[in-house]
């Protein structure tokens, strides 16, 4: 399993949909534009800026999901959501997608690659917008799609704090400066894979 960066060269990654929605690119009614030249010019805005919009998970080729994330001054939408609008320094995670929506380990496994790849560039912060469902049985979900917004659980979970909240909504922000690198593999791994094989007598 691995994560790669979403950009203009493997955009075909996104699903249909994704590839031409512009709900976070403009501040215009949602499907008032029928093609694409709109989002595309955002992309490569984005991608000029950050190196990347977003990342995919894939299992060997199999695209299993993916979050789309972009500097807060490039998201025209936010600025009229609730609770909003986002601070100046930060980015935006905007919304994510998992074919099985109830995976919340590569959720949260996305979120940590998301996190590392804009610390790795040298961002300051991440924010996303949050609200509570009512029904417990999504509490597998990270995203709730129907309203384009995260869980707060899920966000206060992976090291989000609330900073201001409207209404239903709350917008939450991770200093990325307080993110501490780990390795991947184990101490007890790294031993294991020091021994000396045993040679049979």
Same mark, same amino acid.
């Given at each position: 399993?691995?994560?790669?960066?979403?950009?203009?060269?493997?955009?075909?990654?996104?699903?249909?949909?994704?590839?031409?929605?512009?709900?976070?690119?403009?501040?215009?009614?949602?499907?008032?534009?029928?093609?694409?030249?709109?989002?595309?010019?955002? /992309?490569?805005?984005?991608?000029?800026?950050?190196?990347?919009?977003?990342?995919?998970?894939?299992?060997?080729?199999?695209?299993?999901?993916?979050?789309?994330?972009?500097?807060?001054?490039?998201?025209?939408?936010?600025?009229?959501?609730?609770?909003?609008?986002?601070?100046?320094?930060?980015?935006? =995670?905007?919304?994510?997608?998992?074919?099985?929506? /109830?995976?919340?380990?590569?959720?949260?496994? =996305?979120?940590?690659?998301?996190?590392?790849?804009?610390?790795?560039?040298?961002?300051?912060?991440? /924010?996303?917008?949050?609200?509570?469902?009512?029904?417990?049985?999504?509490?597998?979900?990270?995203?709730?799609?129907?309203?384009?917004?995260?869980?707060?659980?899920?966000?206060?979970?992976?090291?989000?704090?609330?900073?201001?909240?409207?209404?239903?909504?709350?917008?939450?922000?991770?200093?990325?400066?307080?993110?501490?690198?780990?390795?991947?593999?184990?101490?007890?791994?790294?031993?294991? /894979?020091?021994?000396?094989?045993?040679?049979?007598?």
């Amino acid at each position: 399993m691995k994560a790669v960066d979403l950009n203009s060269a493997n955009r075909d990654l996104l699903g249909p949909l994704c590839r031409s929605c512009d709900w976070w690119v403009s501040a215009r009614a949602h499907g008032e534009s029928d093609d694409d030249a709109t989002r595309r010019v955002w /992309e490569e805005a984005v991608e000029a800026t950050s190196g990347f919009f977003g990342r995919a998970l894939l299992d060997d080729n199999e695209v299993l999901g993916w979050m789309q994330v972009a500097p807060a001054h490039l998201v025209p939408r936010a600025s009229r959501l609730p609770a909003g609008p986002p601070s100046a320094d930060a980015h935006l =995670l905007l919304c994510s997608y998992f074919y099985d929506e /109830e995976y919340l380990n590569g959720f949260q496994r =996305l979120l940590h690659e998301v996190e590392s790849a804009l610390k790795t560039r040298g961002a300051t912060a991440l /924010e996303a917008f949050a609200a509570r469902h009512p029904n417990e049985d999504e509490a597998l979900r990270g995203y709730i799609r129907e309203k384009n917004l995260f869980r707060p659980e899920v966000l206060e979970g992976n090291g989000f704090r609330p900073v201001r909240r409207t209404a239903e909504v709350t917008r939450y922000r991770l200093d990325l400066n307080t993110l501490v690198p780990v390795a991947r593999r184990s101490r007890a791994r790294r031993e294991r /894979e020091k021994a000396p094989a045993i040679q049979p007598v």
